[in-house]
T-cell receptor, first 109, second 114 residues
Framework: GQNIDQPTEMTATEGAIVQINCTYQTSGFNGLFWYQQHAGEAPTFLSYNVLDGLEEKGRFSSFLSRSKGYSYLLLKELQMKDSASYLCAVLPNDYKLSFGAGTTVTVRA | DGGITQSPKYLFRKEGQNVTLSCEQNLNHDAMYWYRQDPGQGLRLIYY???????QKGDIAEGYSVSREKKESFPLTVTSAQKNPTAFYLC?????????????FGSGTRLTVV
């Protein structure tokens, strides 16, 4: 089976920066995705990494190190609307997306 | 606008009943998936279909059944054999096996056993 670990919860202040780490051990690797999910809603796509390095997209950035089986999602200039669950997902050799349990981020005023 | 529609949003099931969750997409995606989400756990794959008239079991298929008679539709039936069906069910689709955007998700159906 696939093993994807990420912290359960994180809390930060509005305007601050938060980094959500994700480590994985999977049968092969064809890319890593980050999704945002507000309570009771559909997950929405944030980023995709397949090569090592940093991908920046506005206030959100995602980093990948394939040799370490490690990724992080960086959220800058936090806003109240960023309070949500963030899901790390890996596409292994069977091409069925496998998800971590999600990290709930709470942004405080 | 293209997207995935799941219905109903909330569903209540009595013990021993079968219920069917609807999933329709107009994205012209070949592949469709059903996931179950429980508190504190990652999304777990129930069934998936890469092409019309073909589907495969995922990691937790017991007590569930699906059909894929049309490209747009992938309904999930939760049977009475599923002993713990209360959960949030998510349907998803993708262009094919690999793409840079992963899956597009529906807004989910929350199923509760009463």
């Amino acid at each position: 089976g696939q093993n994807i670990d990420q912290p359960t919860e994180m809390t930060a202040t509005e305007g601050a920066i938060v980094q959500i780490n994700c480590t994985y051990q999977t049968s092969g690797f064809n890319g890593l995705f980050w999704y945002q999910q507000h309570a009771g809603e559909a997950p929405t796509f944030l980023s995709y990494n397949v090569l090592d390095g940093l991908e920046e997209k506005g206030r959100f950035s995602s980093f990948l190190s394939r040799s370490k089986g490690y990724s992080y999602l960086l959220l800058k200039e936090l806003q109240m609307k960023d309070s949500a669950s963030y899901l790390c997902a890996v596409l292994p050799n069977d091409y069925k997306l496998s998800f971590g349990a999600g990290t709930t981020v709470t942004v405080r005023a | 606008d293209g997207g995935i529609t799941q219905s109903p949003k909330y569903l209540f099931r009595k013990e021993g009943q079968n219920v069917t969750l609807s999933c329709e997409q107009n994205l012209n995606h070949d592949a469709m998936y059903w996931y179950r989400q429980d508190p504190g756990q990652g999304l777990r794959l129930i069934y998936y279909s890469q092409i019309v008239n073909d589907f495969q079991k995922g990691d937790i298929a017991e007590g569930y059944s699906v059909s894929r008679e049309k490209k747009e539709s992938f309904p999930l039936t939760v049977t009475s054999a599923q002993k713990n069906p209360t959960a949030f069910y998510l349907c998803a689709s993708s262009i094919g096996r690999t793409n840079n955007y992963g899956y597009t998700f529906g807004s989910g159906t929350r199923l509760t056993v009463v």
